[in-house]
Every structure is written in structure tokens, then in C-alpha cells.
């Protein structure tokens, strides 16, 4: 069964300290790993794809990076606009193309 | 370009009643999946539609049930209520072409009594 795992489960970080979260999976052939934002009572906004290990994508202050078993995401110098809580998701290379969650990761950056 | 919507925002109902709820996909995005998630937790997929059909289900009873529409929009139907079935749903849609990005809807606020 397809499984993704995150930690923490929640972090609060001092404005410009960066850090990272972590997103451990196992999956039976990986199609794609997903990273998405999600602000209070909304619906997810989706960030980055990654597709095979090694891969790294960057926007704004974040970037993710792909190996066999985990992912991570960094951010660097995060602003308070920044605090949301960060989703990873898997979805496998057979069958439907579902979304597999983890819990998230509730990001606060006090100022 | 509109992105997904989702209809209505909030729904309060009572432990046994039925609901529909709807879902307008991103311009040209032929595939609809509904994801349910309940407080503190990660969305939880339901089912998926491909050209009306049901490509896919995750472990939910029947009484989930969906449709898709020609102009790809989406209904998710919820019969004989429970307790558990208080959540935020959300759905998602995905372009043609292999593309397997899911763009996320508002969501609707479902609240059982």
C-alpha cells in the first residue's frame, strides 16, 4: 500500500531562519511526487512535480528535492506570508492517477 | 483562465439526508478526482472521472457516488449522511495530454448533525 509519511508535524521558525521538512514514501513505482500549500479552511495550491531522484525544483524562497525513499522541502530566509501547512503527496506509475497524502507539515514564521 | 470552482461553500446537514455537491473543472481539463479531509489530516481520495466514467476508487462505501459531465464538470452525491462524513471536500482537476498536476478547488465545508 501506498504510503507517505511527513515530519514534523509542525514547526514554528523565527523570520529569515531557514529549515526543512521532510517527506518520507513508499510506493509501488513512483509516477510523481507532489508538494502543495494549504492556507486555513482553502483548498490546496499546488508548487512542485518531481518525477525521479535527483531532481530539484525551486520557486521563490522553496525548493524540493527528490531521492529514492524521501523528498524535501527548503526554505530559505521564510517570510511570515510564508506559514501555511505543506502537503506531500505520491501518486503511483499503475492505475488511476490518485493522490496518496501525507498528514502535512504546519508551518508558522513568527516575524 | 478560471480555475476550479466548487459549489456551495458551506453545507450543514443532518445524520441520514443526501447531499450534492458540485464541481467546475479548470478550463480544458478533461479529468475530475473528489478528495475528502477531515480536520488536521491529509486529503483522502474518493474517486477519480475520465470522459464520464469512473477511473478509479478509494476505499469508500457506495453511498459515495459521482458523475461527470460532457463539459467535464463533476457532482459528488452523499447518501444517508453520518456523523464522519464532516470534512472538507475537495476536488480537482487535471489537463489532457499526461500532464498529471491535480489543480485544487476552494472546497466545500460539509458539516453533519
Known amino acids: 500500500e501506498d504510503q507517505v509519511t511527513q515530519s514534523p508535524e509542525a514547526l514554528r521558525l523565527q523570520e529569515g531562519e531557514s529549515s526543512s521538512l521532510n517527506c518520507s514514501y513508499t510506493?509501488?513505482?513512483?509516477?510523481?511526487l507532489f508538494w502543495y500549500r494549504q492556507d486555513p479552511g482553502k483548498g490546496p495550491e499546488f508548487l512542485f512535480t518531481?518525477?525521479?531522484a535527483g531532481e530539484e525544483k525551486e520557486k521563490e524562497r522553496l525548493k524540493a528535492t527528490l531521492t529514492k525513499k524521501e523528498s524535501f522541502l527548503h526554505i530559505t530566509a521564510p517570510k511570515p506570508e510564508d506559514s501555511a501547512t505543506y502537503l506531500c503527496?505520491?501518486?503511483?506509475?499503475?492505475?488511476?492517477?490518485?493522490?496518496?497524502f501525507g498528514q502535512g507539515t504546519r508551518l508558522t514564521i513568527n516575524p | 483562465e478560471t480555475g476550479v470552482t466548487q459549489s456551495p461553500t458551506h453545507l450543514i446537514k443532518t445524520r441520514g439526508q443526501q447531499v450534492t455537491l458540485r464541481c467546475s473543472s479548470q478550463?480544458?481539463?478533461?479529468?475530475v478526482s473528489w478528495y475528502q479531509q477531515a480536520l488536521g489530516q491529509g486529503p483522502q481520495f474518493i474517486f477519480q472521472?475520465?470522459?464520464?466514467?469512473?477511473?478509479g476508487r478509494g476505499n469508500f462505501p457506495p453511498r459515495f457516488s459521482g458523475l461527470q459531465f460532457p463539459n467535464y464538470s463533476s457532482e459528488l452525491n452523499v447518501n444517508a449522511l453520518e456523523l464522519d462524513d464532516s470534512a472538507l471536500y475537495l476536488c480537482?482537476?487535471?489537463?489532457?495530454?499526461?500532464?498529471?498536476?491535480?489543480?485544487f478547488g476552494p472546497g466545500t465545508r460539509l458539516t453533519v448533525t
Open positions: 480537482a482537476s487535471s489537463p489532457p495530454g499526461g500532464g498529471y498536476e491535480q489543480y
Open positions: 510506493v509501488s513505482g513512483l509516477r510523481g
Open positions: 518531481l518525477y525521479s
Open positions: 503527496a505520491v501518486q503511483a506509475a499503475q492505475g488511476a492517477q490518485k493522490l496518496v
Open positions: 478550463s480544458g481539463h478533461n479529468t
Open positions: 472521472y475520465y470522459r464520464e466514467e469512473e477511473n
